[in-house]
């Protein structure tokens, strides 16, 4: 080969380091290195195959760059939009989570942190901008290599593009302002009357009034912050103007899942038939919320949707829950669709857990609404519209040229749900702030709504009898998994009940909001303290008590969760049923097993399907929080593994004590990992909206 290791490294290397950089010099023993990565399981399969497709279009082309690509699809795999070179050579543990937690002893197995220790910045970005493999992210001529490299990012063309064309698609709507009613001020109060307490700002009237002015939003804030009761207030603001001229808006509704949906549609219908407005305003106001899969015409088996910029969403304001839910892809086909003219507002919570996929759009979008960064200009036009005044809120001021994103972002910050004296409240808010022996401080008070339980191993017969009875109360406390199977037998119609009978229905729902008394997530799938595990073990106590048959893969009472959406069946992933007998209508007096789920249509009601119907779907007493976006429990409780994982951080403990309505509990196998979860964050790596207009 023409390339040497003296044009590769920047210093004199002793013979360890030589050898150790041998898959450096040639791209065969660069993919010999790739195979033995996947098979201890730091790469994906997918990952090397990659690499295998690059090296077939550039044969015997330069390892640094068959490196960086191995990496930056691993990266994608882990949420990530790209490769942050400068990042990866300062960490590179720590940046590309390898070795895996757990495995750090590699033995013979070259680590990437070897590969990489004696590597310059300088050189890998310029054997990267010489590669014909890589395009030059300001070029348009070299568009069509399947590598990117932007600054010091390194993307997958597609993802490169993705990213793009939000960012794109976001700086026009930003620079649209929209004309607002010359009476908003008026129509501000009468919404919010008397609304918030004295001396606290309104940010919901505040969130409302930047609304109006342009073409997008986001509204962001935790659990009971009101983001709910803000959009339909805020749809009634846009509506009622419309309605007055004869000229009702289009608006329509979606969330991520459908679960979110369903949540959504219940929430949103009750807001709306409280809003002091006229009643042809109301009827104006949407309550049915579809998920973004189906607003979009998801074809099966297709990255591809009905609609696109050739055929956009017939609409004028589109607003969607759940927003931290949404990737990087999701998010630039929303966008794709949407008509010029249209609004769109986004909500959610921007401290939850992002997407499993690629990208964390809403985090991205929200780096600046703690601190506000409102101009001068932006904040007087607020007080004068909406008559708060933001001179005590300790915001930090900006201009719009430097921050034009955060002129139209308002963070909720007040919650009605958990306040001040609420445990569940104060442990969210600690773990927010990182601040790990503040909140274990308040996990070993006595609380009424939090609890620790620390095992002493995996046999610990508390977590048993947690499962089976929650924390041992009585009727009126926290409940386990006996109470919804208890439901079943106690609320079963008489068998001589007819099938149509209303009364099935009626019970079947009284079931499935029995199981909402009580969930276990986890963090990990795999283990005894993952998803795997412990569904196994809940199966043993349950069985074990006289509540479940587990001799059966089907069994009454067996819950489960949809994996993959399934629009024949008009079910989508996220979805929770419960299999329960019925009258067999072919042979009376027989009964069947039916899968019972709440309809996710608005419709209300509960839909029965049969079990052979059900081909994506697993056992759910133990969900990952990561599943659990969306939903909220009675009695949450929260499995951390005996181990850190890479999995483990604030963001994931803050998601899986927000889904918890009414109680939390911590379960640790070994104290000690929730405060290295607490003291890690999430950073997921893109270049979103980074680069000034």
Excluded at 336 to 352: C, E, F, I, S, W
Excluded at 385 to 392: H, P, R
Aim: net charge negative.
């Amino acid at each position: 080969m023409s390339r040497t290791l003296d044009d590769l490294l920047p210093t004199p290397l002793d013979a360890e380091h030589l050898a150790a950089l041998e898959p450096l010099s040639d791209s065969a023993d660069l993919l010999a290195l790739l195979d033995r990565w996947v098979e201890r399981g730091w790469l994906r399969a997918l990952d090397r195959a990659f690499v295998g497709f690059l090296e077939e279009r550039d044969p015997g082309g330069d390892p640094l760059v068959l490196l960086a690509a191995a990496l930056a699809s691993h990266q994608l795999g882990h949420g990530h939009v790209c490769l942050d070179l400068a990042e990866t050579l300062a960490e590179p543990d720590f940046a590309l989570s390898l070795p895996p937690e757990g495995d750090a002893l590699a033995g013979p197995l070259l680590l990437p942190s070897q590969l990489l220790e004696q590597l310059a910045l300088s050189t890998w970005l310029q054997r990267l901008a010489s590669s014909r493999l890589v395009a030059n992210g300001a070029c348009v001529e070299e568009a069509s290599r399947p590598l990117v490299l932007s600054a010091q990012r390194l993307y997958l063309r597609r993802y490169w593009a993705y990213e793009r064309q939000i960012d794109s698609a976001l700086r026009q709507r930003l620079e649209q302002v929209e004309p607002t009613p010359a009476d908003l001020a008026a129509r501000l109060a009468q919404l919010f009357d008397g609304g918030s307490q004295a001396g606290q700002v309104d940010w919901q009237k505040l969130a409302c009034a930047l609304a109006t002015r342009g073409a997008f939003s986001i509204i962001t804030g935790g659990p009971g912050t009101g983001k709910t009761t803000t959009v339909v207030r805020l749809l009634a603001l846009l509506q009622a103007p419309a309605v007055e001229a004869g000229r009702p808006l289009r608006i329509r509704l979606a969330a991520p899942t459908g679960k979110a949906a369903a949540r959504l549609t219940e929430s949103i219908g009750q807001q709306v038939e409280r809003l002091a407005v006229e009643a042809q305003v109301r009827e104006n106001i949407p309550t049915d919320v579809s998920t973004v899969h189906r607003l979009l015409g998801s074809r099966p088996g297709s990255r591809h949707f009905r609609h696109h910029a050739g055929n956009p969403l017939p609409l004028d304001v589109l607003v969607v829950d759940e927003a931290s839910m949404i990737d990087l892809e999701m998010m630039a086909n929303l966008l794709a669709a949407l008509p010029p003219h249209a609004r769109l507002v986004l909500l959610g919570d921007k401290d939850q857990l992002a997407s499993v996929e690629a990208g964390a759009v809403l985090g991205d979008l929200c780096r600046d609404a703690e601190a506000g960064r409102y101009s001068a200009q932006t904040q007087a036009w607020l007080e004068q519209v909406s008559g708060e005044t933001l001179a005590g809120s300790e915001l930090l001021a900006g201009t719009a040229e430097q921050y034009p994103l955060a002129q139209q972002v308002v963070m909720l910050r007040f919650s009605r749900r958990f306040g001040e004296t609420s445990g569940i409240g104060r442990l969210a808010r600690l773990v927010n702030l990182q601040d790990a022996e503040q909140a274990r401080a308040l996990l070993q008070q006595t609380q009424d709504d939090v609890f620790g339980l620390t095992l002493r191993g995996e046999q610990d017969r508390a977590l048993d009898r947690l499962l089976l009875d929650g924390l041992g109360r009585g009727n009126e406390g926290p409940q386990g998994y006996r109470s919804y199977l208890q439901v079943i037998g106690r609320q079963r119609p008489a068998l001589t009940t007819p099938v149509d009978d209303p009364r099935w229905e009626a019970w079947a729902m009284a079931v499935l909001q029995g199981f909402e008394t009580f969930q276990l997530l986890c963090a990990v799938r795999k283990g005894p303290w993952g998803v795997e595990g412990l569904n196994q073990r809940v199966g043993r106590v349950l069985g074990a008590a006289g509540l479940i048959d587990v001799e059966q893969p089907w069994y009454e009472g067996r819950p489960v969760l949809m994996t993959r959406n399934d629009y024949g069946l008009g079910l989508m992933n996220g979805d929770i049923g419960i299999a329960l007998r019925l009258p067999d209508e072919q042979q009376p007096g027989q009964q069947v097993l039916r899968v019972a789920f709440a309809r996710n249509d608005g419709r209300g009601g509960v839909r029965f399907v049969l079990p052979s119907r059900l081909n994506e779907v697993e056992t759910v007493y133990a969900m990952t929080v990561h599943k659990s976006q969306g939903s909220e429990f009675t009695h949450t409780a929260l499995v951390l593994p005996d181990a850190l994982n890479p999995v483990l951080t604030k963001e994931l403990i803050y998601t899986g004590i927000t889904r918890a309505k009414s109680c939390f509990t911590l379960i640790e196998p070994r104290q000690g990992v929730f405060e290295d979860a607490v003291r890690r964050k999430v950073k997921r790596i893109s270049g979103l909206m980074l680069e000034q207009v």
